[in-house]
């Protein structure tokens, strides 16, 4: 992860975290490794614990504690195994968090429900996950938020890499992988048009696939409009499509009612969030291979579901280093800001990335495609009223 | 235009702007007559004067007239004729405006400088263009704006469409009219890769052109390398490029030391905001036919310059129906939301138009494509967290 | 037409076409005179009628006869003129042609009514046009054909920038220009899916809009598939679509039924070959303005027919450069091919340009392009079994 | 595979394969045994043998055999038991071959070598593979052809699936397999623009790489002007791209000098055919994962190569069903053309497939996609001069 890389050489030896003590709440993989060395050689000290029972690299968690990293996490934990864990991470003799990096919540969960004191000492949040800030902000309106709260998860380098750009590429991948289906003069009804359902819509059209959207907001359903897409309700064109594909992060969104009226052989798969978009609790099926089952029908139709409608990026293709890395390098300077901040900049409350940060990610990442920048003359810079080096957009710009 | 019909027709009878009196000044054409006629049976009283001396269409400034509307222009008024306009417009006896639909700021301008206590029973101020809205948000910075203003140019919908969607197809159709030039295989430079950009690069990508991309903000930039463009310095391409378009919003980024570095024959033009992209006031040119001009050297190199460096799209090409009518009701919308506010929503400072206001106008515009949208279900907005009938998304998504 | 210069050069000096008596009747434009010039120097004695009584450029024909080019052609002759310009042009003391430049077979028509006799000294024809081949194709089924003829149509290059890569321009524009509609979001119809149906409906799936496909070839209409088009025929959509485009190359393609069931204002046009794809003949309509006109139903209903359903991108938009330089440079090579090329090698019979020649017209048209093309090796060239210098594809390539 | 099923559908119980003794030599896969079935179910007896060592699948022979076909055939051969395997497939007492289904040429070389005399009782040669039409023309030229062949690889339906369609899947699909690479912004070099370099170079433009293209013939290279790629020799961009993939049915295209100035991480992989294109025999290789190989440099630098060299889309993703159905269907159709065509109709060379033919694959595989052919009136197609049900093009028709 050359951004980390180049973040690190940049601070030129300062240490803009001495005196951190992060605790951490992540999937352990080697990336993280790196995000937790970078820390570290910017001067924190580092304790972390698995955000999910199953992802740990056992070999890169090993790997940590020999290197003198206080981790605690396996691949295969049991739920008390993982309370257990976030729970050594944090209550520890001797040393008090200051900083919580935090995917999901859970971990600030815990702190909030057994040790409500820490907070007296900790100077912010950084959170990675959807829903982990969704709880942050209800937190916060309900004014019980103690520190300030970075919301990582909505900075536009993220949301463009993690959605729309690794999207575009996962969901041709992921579908490769589990069906071999060819791509060519397929019918496919994508169910939601936000960053996630413009990158699918993009690659299946431009594999040949005849794509139909559904969608709930008029804006983003007009955009479709203009990107060519057919705008419908998911009953029109049930009947006649060969892969059907939920990206609305909501619930429900195919029922049985349309398992029933899909065709012989469709594909159904979940590119949202969670495993709630499509609902095939009490369906009976075969599993043929991993990640893929069948629906059988008395009448021998069989509907192919992927990923028991869990997302299939994450099941059944990789997410590309580049886009870890973007989250990785994120997550450094959302800490670094937090901890760094004059008293008062934050208050009890969830912010968003400042728009410089954002952008300095964003030029971390340059060098990889050997892009080059045009820098702003003086004379420019006044007739814009802009700072050089920026922020060079509002805060609101996507 | 179908949308304000629409918008006219649920309003069922009902006149949301009884009792308002508008001074408007905005381009006067055909779209503007629909708009005047739109408010009038909403209720309101307007009176009009035109923001650009050329724009005026004199038959519909006449047929305004004889429809009963106080309209106050006529194309290619001079200088003095223009504040002489604007001024019988605002300064009639009896009659005391309480709106103000503005593009460009002159008219909010005036009225600061000629009739500051008229503000005293104006209700708010709605703006169209990005220099009316920078001079607002000046105004609020030195805190002199005395009412509501609603910066309408930075709706998502309207943003998308003039930029976007508009500019995608315009730069085609006016680089055609001008220079009847293949795009296949053709170097093309594009300055800027926000909207407008993106616009004009897909365009001209999906053509067969090859693109190279500048830019000063590293998230676009990034944003341009995800799309398949080369991000280069203008320096590294300016000999080899058979089109250069400007479209940053910024000046002097084509200046003369490009100009002499440019190859034979190749094309200038400028996607942007005004006529300071390109830096042209002190070159000697040929007028070959109308909006086209060559440059020519003393080897007998010719540099063809478009619209002399003005907006090609406005100069050379025509803006469609549609993307008037979004403008349109956008304004209309805005204009309602000021007037029917409960006093305290709104306070003297600078607002985009309300998420959900947005989004209705994008509604009132999906009939044209038979697009069909989907309702949320009481369980699903239950669990979204939403209200049925939107907003649909935070405020700042784009 | 630098290809053309190039052409001139790389023949140093020498005169392949010494001796050469070329009557030539094709659209006397800018384009023709390079070519006249270049045959000059190449050694051929030149005379020129129109193949067209209204596409001549007056200036272009008095500039060749003052450079003592031998021309018979004005715009706007009538019926007679014209024949009596080609008659002028081969029926002169003192000279017999020995080559035939054809665009149409009118030339060709006329010498065998008329001179018969000439044949023996003629070396070959080249033929331009469709309508020419076919006719030159019916000869030779009939045994008539008594000297050799060139289809230089169907040429690789000709054929794929005539039809595709020009079409995939023109259509847009010739829309543009007559109607300012925009895009995004329409629903198009095209009939046929050669060359002209992939090239325009490339370009409008590019700007947004959602293409349907008609064919009667099964390969073709696989072809639309894969690339991501719905085959339908015209009944099933034709009362949703926006526009409507025939390029079929057939009769009777959109007939009054069809017109019948359109929506209001829909856009009706012909890109394929002549004028007999739409049946409108017995409709009224009113001129709306320069090739656009009005269908007016007794309901008020529009439809909005382009160019009286002539070709839209003769009609509509203009042909660039870079393709007129192609089919010249193709005719000039077919002349010298035919001209030099040893007893025997043709026969009464109707040929392809080798495929060799069609290599080198598009070799000399990829300086533009600042193009570099890689040169095998003599151990490649061995291990291909080709020549170095071409030919590199069968002669049924494409 | 419905295009079979169908074809024997519409034979009605017809058996236009009574008689036929067919020897096949082709991958043993499912699909080979739907072919079997399918030319069984028409009248012929077959017995086949692999036309590869490694392809068989195990269960698809037993399952043949248990059905009663003789098939000589394992995965994981020998040399000799590959050549025992085709012996014991043609040299059985009682019965002789008179029809050959080749995939490659050994078979038709091995009753060259050893049984000539057969070749008195075959009417014809069916050949799937470049290398074994190659070899047919070899036999043509030199006058050793002593029955016609069909060369069915140079079918429109075939090559373009084979090439253009399928690998314009199967190069993305490739290349996520083996190295998880993300395609946006990446820079990529493609050595041809064949079929298959088409196929490559829309895949990747459309995911956002920006691809440069090497090409021999200057028809093709113009071609990859127009699509919008920078037609290069490839030393001028090796240093700076990420991916080099070859497609161009030569040798040594990517050599040694190549590979020393490539970066740091470059992916290397071959589309094009056998494994001559890239020369890397004498470089040490380290196997990373199956499939993958790093060769590194004594500065550390790897690049990494995908499958040693050879196609990679045969080794690291797969070849859609779809495809497959196609080249099945238009080998069952060859047979039965040559099979059935009167004395006479072809001779000792070798043929294309009939455009009918070619045309009646295709239309057995419209159904897959709901796709609705339009049929000629009587009148339309008396206007072109064309049979109703077809063929519908000239021969040479791409």
Redesign the interface.
């Known amino acids: 992860m050359p951004a980390l890389m180049a973040l690190r050489k940049r601070a030129q030896g300062e240490k803009p975290l001495a005196g951190a003590k992060v605790v951490g709440c992540t999937h352990i993989t080697a990336q993280t490794a790196v995000l937790m060395e970078t820390l570290s050689a910017l001067g924190a000290q580092c304790r972390w614990a698995a955000c999910n029972i199953y992802s740990t690299q056992n070999e890169v968690a090993a790997a940590l504690a020999e290197g003198g990293f206080s981790v605690f996490a396996w691949k295969g934990e049991s739920e008390d195994d993982f309370w257990w864990c976030i729970d050594r991470c944090v209550n520890v003799e001797g040393w008090q968090p200051n900083m919580i990096l935090d995917d999901g919540g859970d971990l600030t969960h815990w702190i909030y429900k057994k040790y409500p004191n820490m907070f007296k000492k900790i100077k912010g949040i950084v959170e990675e996950s959807v829903t982990g800030v969704h709880r942050l902000y209800q937190l916060s309106k309900a004014g019980k938020l103690c520190v300030p709260a970075m919301n990582v998860n909505?900075s536009?380098?993220k949301q463009?890499?993690d959605n729309l750009?690794?999207c575009?590429?996962s969901i041709?991948?992921g579908l490769?992988?589990t069906t071999?289906?060819?791509?060519?003069?397929k019918?496919v009804v994508v169910c939601g048009y936000g960053e996630v359902g413009k990158g699918c819509c993009?690659?299946l059209?431009?594999?040949?696939?005849?794509v139909y959207v559904?969608?709930?907001?008029?804006?983003c359903?007009?955009?479709?409009?203009?990107?060519?897409?057919?705008?419908?309700?998911?009953n029109?064109v049930i009947r006649?499509v060969d892969i059907v594909i939920t990206c609305t992060?909501?619930?429900?969104v195919v029922v049985r009612e349309h398992l029933d009226r899909m065709k012989n052989g469709c594909i159904v798969c979940n590119m949202g969030h969670s495993n709630?978009e499509i609902d095939v609790v009490k369906i009976w099926k075969r599993r043929v291979r991993s990640q893929v089952d069948h629906i059988i029908w008395p009448d021998a139709k069989r509907i192919v579901l992927l990923a028991e409608g869990r997302l299939l990026n994450l099941s059944c293709?990789?997410v590309?280093?580049?886009?870890l890395s973007i989250t990785a390098t994120t997550q450094a300077l959302a800490l670094i800001e937090l901890y760094n901040a004059p008293e008062g900049r934050y208050k009890q409350d969830v912010y968003?990335l400042p728009k410089k940060m954002?952008?300095?990610v964003?030029?971390l990442?340059?060098p990889?495609?050997?892009?080059?920048?045009?820098?702003?003359?003086d004379?420019?810079a006044k007739?814009?009223g802009l700072n050089k080096n920026?922020p060079?957009?509002p805060?609101?710009?996507?």
């Open positions: 909505d536009v380098t463009k890499f750009y690794c575009r590429e041709l991948d490769k992988r071999d289906v060819m791509f060519g003069g019918q993009a690659a059209k431009a594999m040949g696939s005849i559904t969608e709930i907001d008029p804006i359903a007009l955009q479709a409009c203009m990107d060519g897409f057919r705008l419908v309700k998911l029109e006649q992060g909501n619930k429900n709630t293709s990789t590309p280093t580049f886009v968003l954002d952008e300095y964003a030029s990442h340059l990889t495609f050997d892009a080059h920048l045009t820098e702003l003359t004379e420019q007739y814009l920026g060079f957009k805060n609101y710009y996507r």
